[in-house]
């Protein structure tokens, strides 16, 4: 059974940073590609970043290339989106997500397991 259990989401001013981690359970995170997805209210769950099985294609919307970076660390199974510069329009529930393949995608259609979802709040 595959679990994603996000954390490290918090409120912070506009300009600061934080950390997401995704630690997964029940599978190893080498063998799929995994997202950070985001959805803020009223609005549609949007692809943030993406990377591949290898750890080495990487994947951004528009909106936060340059300012966040996705990682995952083999060894601790664990996936993490580091955000820089963060800005109101950053507020929303964030989401990791994994799907069994190797390339990375922003489509949310494509994966199967998803985690509960970390706050973020910047004001």
């Known amino acids: 059974h595959v679990q994603l259990v996000e954390s490290g989401g918090g409120s912070v001013q506009a300009g600061g940073s934080l950390r997401l981690s995704c630690a997964a359970s029940g599978y190893t995170i080498r063998r799929y590609a995994v997202a950070w997805f985001r959805q803020a209210p009223g609005e549609e769950r949007e692809g943030v970043a993406a990377?591949?099985?290898?750890?080495?294609?990487?994947v951004y919307a528009d909106s936060v290339k340059d300012r966040f970076t996705i990682s995952q660390d083999n060894d601790k199974n664990t996936i993490y989106l580091q955000m820089n510069s963060l800005k109101p329009e950053d507020t929303a529930m964030y989401y990791c997500?994994?799907?069994?393949?190797?390339?990375?995608?922003?489509?949310?259609?494509?994966?199967?397991?998803w985690g509960q979802g970390t706050q973020v709040t910047v004001s």
């Open positions: 990377i591949d099985s290898d750890s080495i294609t990487t």
């Open positions: 997500a994994a799907r069994q393949g190797v390339r990375p995608t922003l489509i949310a259609d494509e994966f199967g397991d």
